[in-house]
């Protein structure tokens, strides 16, 4: 996009919180690949989808530094609850320590381990699932997490676009093929509606409209 009208689109917006810019510079400084980020204009986007919504019950599969987590957390009812999920567990107390400073620790349950062994054992059903974790396997979340979204419920992918690569279709990238795999699979279900927005790198927003 135009980066003028990109710091039109900031200027337009509500601004960032202060703790969530520590958030985004802080991992910018301590991590690698900070880019994984969903940053401020996702980040507001996750929290109005999830003020909209009013969910009970949020999973979340790539936790990351907790960016999002804390983002859509915000929407939650009261006494609601977001589930993240992070296989690399270096990252908890650095994103615990942000909850708490964003004054959400009480909403947000962090699960360490790979999302094929947890998502099995979650006894619960979702509002909202924001799928953000390893680009290859998020045709494996969407059959691991399907069945316990709630009629109604929303499941948001990241990254659908994967920075355009997705229109080369003959592509053997890993990654690309993932996303292009998820695309062309959630285009083919049944009793579900989706849509892809160009904001960032491609968020695809899924409703459930029936129980499978
Ligand atoms: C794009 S980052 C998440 C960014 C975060 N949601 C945000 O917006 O700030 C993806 C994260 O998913 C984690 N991940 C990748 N594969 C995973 C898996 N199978 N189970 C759990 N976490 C996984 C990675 O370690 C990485 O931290």
Known sequence: MNKKIEQYIEQHSSPEDPILENLFRETHIRFINPNMISGHLQGKFLEMLSSMIRPDNILEIG?????????????????????TIELNDELADFAQSYFIRAGVENKIIQMTGMAHDIIP?????????FIDGDKREYVEYYKLI??????????????????E?????????PQTRGI?????????????????LP??????????TAQR
Request: aromatic share 8%; net charge neutral; charged share 30%.
């Open 63 to 83: 936790t990351f530094t907790g960016y999002s987590a804390i983002c859509l957390s915000r929407g939650l009812k009261p006494g609601g609850k977001l589930i």
């Open 121 to 129: 054992r979650l006894d619960q059903m979702f509002d909202l699932v």
């Open 165 to 173: 690569k997705v229109l080369d279709i003959e592509t053997t990238d």
């Open 146 to 163: 399907i069945d316990k979204v709630k009629p109604g419920g929303f499941i948001i992918a990241d990254n659908v676009l994967w920075g």
């Open 180 to 196: 292009i795999n998820f695309n062309e699979m959630v285009r083919k279900e049944t009793a579900i509606e989706e849509v892809i």
């Open 199 to 208: 904001i960032r790198d491609g968020l695809m927003l899924i409703r459930k």
